[in-house]
């Protein structure tokens, strides 16, 4: 019976390297050609100490492994040539593919905190080597019987002419390459950050339930607009039947305008990133009735929001946009909100002052009593 890993090799891998790579002949799909397997010893240690290595390495691949012998002499080193040094096996055909399945699938998992390979120990020629630190990783080796601990190397050589094409072979073999997925049906999908952040906000907007929350710690892991505009083509992707695939027209649908402007527009707008095209106008607005929240009712952003106005045809401007876009907060009268939420102390230091000092009259003042005519 052929190991698992050669029939998928032959009946999954293969066919797929050759559609997505575009090989013109079969012959250029790359394969596995051989793995070897080497322990190193150190010579000041007892005779006992090769037995033990190539038995350990013996019940490990199924083989028995051939002694390296020092091709100098090395004084610093104590080592004369001629001493053995390690031992190494070579492995091909079923024996390879059985070795590398119980690699892949029992012996590295066990390693602790494990995380994946390193996908970069490529020597440039499309073979791939690691390092081992412990035999006991083998299911093979009973742990009573070890009389010390040691490391090994596994070297894959494959026919890949570039270390992309072999990453592309060993991760479809199913190495645990670390931030790579190995294809196939059974493997659990990767998410990139952007898909994960339209999960998150999916997640979050659930109608009454809402997590506003969840859906700003959610944005908050994007830094610039090319991963907003990312996220939203996961979200219409991976939830089209959602609001129709629209994250805005979800957040639109969950939140109201004050918590859209907390939640959403100003975390993001904190990064330098702008996800609405409004004018300068409807910004104050926002800021504002993003700032109106009674008890808690942050001046200062009111303040920043009102700087930005220059002229009374503006501030119109925006108390028209505050009556379009936020009618559910204070009946959608500006002056209203700010009269409510703000004592006439603070009203005047932070809306009439800054607005005064560009000379921008937005109250009229009192009728003072006309004098009588002269008669």
């Known amino acids: 019976m052929k190991p698992r890993l050669y029939s998928k090799y032959h009946e999954e891998v293969k066919p797929a390297l050759r559609k997505d790579r575009n090989y013109s002949n079969l012959h250029q799909v790359p394969c596995i050609e051989k793995i070897i397997v080497h322990m190193g010893l150190d010579a000041t240690l007892e005779k006992s100490a090769l037995e033990d290595a190539m038995n350990d390495m013996k019940t490990i691949t199924g ?102 094409e ?31 952040v339209a999960d998150l906000v999916f997640t979050a907007c659930k109608g009454a339930a809402t997590d506003e929350e969840g859906i700003r710690n959610a944005l908050f892991q994007l830094s610039n607009r090319k991963e907003w505009d990312a996220v939203v083509t996961a979200f219409a992707e991976r939830h089209a039947d959602f609001h129709e695939g629209d994250i805005m027209k979800c957040l639109d649908g969950e939140l109201n305008g004050k918590e859209m402007s907390r939640f959403v527009v100003d975390p993001l707008r ?69 009269t409510e939420e703000l004592s006439d102390a603070d009203m005047e230091t932070h809306v009439l002052k800054p607005l005064r000092e560009r000379d921008i009259k937005i109250l009229d003042a009192a009728e003072e009593d006309a004098p009588a005519p002269k008669s």
């Open 63 to 164: 083989r028995k492994p051939v002694v390296n012998l020092a091709r100098k002499s090395v004084s610093n080193f104590k080592l004369r040539e001629g001493m053995p040094i390690g031992c190494h096996v070579t492995l091909r055909r079923e024996v390879m593919y059985e070795f590398l399945d119980r690699l892949t699938a029992v012996a590295l998992p066990r390693i602790r905190d494990f995380r994946g390979i390193n996908p970069k120990s490529f020597d440039g020629q499309g073979n791939y080597s690691m390092g081992i630190t412990e035999q006991s990783i083998f299911p093979e080796i009973e742990m009573d019987k070890v009389k010390r601990t040691q490391g090994m190397d596994v070297t894959i050589v494959t026919s890949a002419g570039t270390n992309d």
């Open 166 to 196: 072999a990453l592309d072979l060993l991760t479809r073999m199913g190495m645990p390459f670390a931030g790579k997925k190995a294809v196939g049906e059974s493997e659990k999908e990767e998410l990139s950050k952007t898909d994960e």
């Open 270 to 338: 904190g990064k330098g990133i702008e996800i609405l095209e409004i004018s300068k106008v409807e910004d104050v607005a926002d800021r504002i009735a993003a700032s109106c929240k009674g008890v808690g009712t942050e001046e200062g952003r009111i303040t920043d929001a009102v700087y930005q106005i220059q002229s009374r045809e503006e501030w119109d401007a925006a108390a028209a946009a505050f009556s379009k876009r936020h009618p559910e907060f204070h009946e959608g009268d500006l002056m209203k909100c700010l």
